[in-house]
């Protein structure tokens, strides 16, 4: 499902309509799932992924697009995902990612709405260390190093940890510059925000993982999917956290990425 972020502005709160959405008074709702269902309702062609819950948030989405038209949700079940807005992937000073740029403003104002209802903010980025590098998989190095091989003719010893020049710090080393987070998002990240490092496509790969790991511990049930790059980090994270058993909504204005146009479309 990708609803875009002018479709979070949509969104309201049905807690007071007087009759709860959880005793379903549709006529033929759908239901999918075991313990943990979701229903689909045929009269307003969106599924409810709430649970029950007596507050509920509606998100639509382009019928005409989606063959439905949104989700119901509870947003304290709930967890906006932005995953690898960091310097390295956006910042000019690194790459023209014109997708990337026109995503901020988008994903600026969709954190701002979650935020007003009450949604967790969580934050997913490459942040690797001298351990992880000693462990990592050859492919996962090689798919860095094979894009910087092509580009500037160098040796397969550049990619993730190689020292970047001008004082920007290893590649996406935890606690560098080029593994920062874009400043228009460092301008509005908050306390309560949480953050995960990852050293791998997937922030969800392993149980062991920090986010996988915080996820199970709060109880979290549904994942909002916002960042760079949509085919690569992103929907490796959505993937596994689908396989795992976590609703997966992206949002489609929010994400973007380098590949082209039809990878995007592949991912929407």
Same mark, same amino acid.
Not at 22 to 31: A, E, F, G, K
Not at 63 to 76: E, Q, S, T, Y
Not at 144 to 155: C, D, I, T
Not at 225 to 233: I, K, M, P, S
């Given at each position: 499902m990708a609803p875009s972020a002018v479709d979070i502005d949509q969104t309201y709160d049905i807690a007071a309509k007087g009759k709860a959405i959880?005793?379903?008074? /549709?006529?033929?709702?759908?239901?999918?799932? %075991?313990?943990d269902q979701w229903f689909y309702i045929p009269e307003t062609k969106r599924f409810d992924l709430s649970r029950g819950s007596v507050?509920?948030?509606?998100?639509?989405?382009?019928?005409?697009?989606?063959?439905?038209? %949104?989700?119901? #949700?509870?947003?304290? #079940?709930?967890? #906006?995902?932005?995953?690898?807005?960091q310097n390295y992937f956006i910042h000019p000073t690194f790459r023209h990612h014109p997708g990337?740029?026109?995503?901020?403003?988008?994903? #600026?104002?969709?954190?701002q709405k979650c935020r007003e209802q009450g949604i967790q903010v969580a934050w997913l980025n490459w942040g690797i260390t001298e351990h992880d590098l000693k462990i990592m998989p050859p492919a996962v190095?090689?798919?860095?190093?094979?894009?910087?091989?092509?580009?500037?003719?160098?040796?397969w010893h550049v990619g993730l940890g190689a020292e970047l020049p001008d004082g920007q710090g290893r590649c996406l080393f935890k606690g560098t510059w080029n593994a920062d987070?874009?400043?228009?998002?460092?301008?509005v990240m908050t306390p309560e925000d949480v953050r995960f490092d990852k050293a791998?496509?997937?922030?969800? /790969?392993?149980?062991?993982?920090?986010?996988?790991?915080?996820l199970r511990q709060s109880g979290k049930k549904t994942l909002l999917?916002? %960042?760079?790059?949509?085919?690569?980090?992103l929907l490796g994270t959505l993937t596994d956290a689908y396989s795992w058993g976590w609703d997966c909504i992206l949002i489609g204005d929010c994400a973007a990425t380098m590949t082209g146009l039809e990878a995007q479309a592949v991912c929407d």
């Open positions: 959880s005793q379903h008074p /549709w006529s033929d709702p759908v239901p999918f799932g %075991g313990d507050r509920k948030l509606v998100v639509d989405a382009d019928d005409g697009i989606r063959n439905h038209r %949104g989700v119901m #949700l509870d947003p304290d #079940l709930t967890v #906006l995902v932005i995953i690898d807005m990337g740029i026109a995503a901020v403003e988008p994903t #600026l104002k969709f954190i190095q090689r798919g860095f190093n094979r894009s910087l091989v092509q580009a500037k003719g160098h040796g987070i874009y400043d228009p998002f460092k301008e791998r496509m997937s922030g969800l /790969w392993s149980p062991e993982e920090p986010m996988h790991k915080w999917f916002a %960042g760079v790059n949509t085919d690569q980090c």
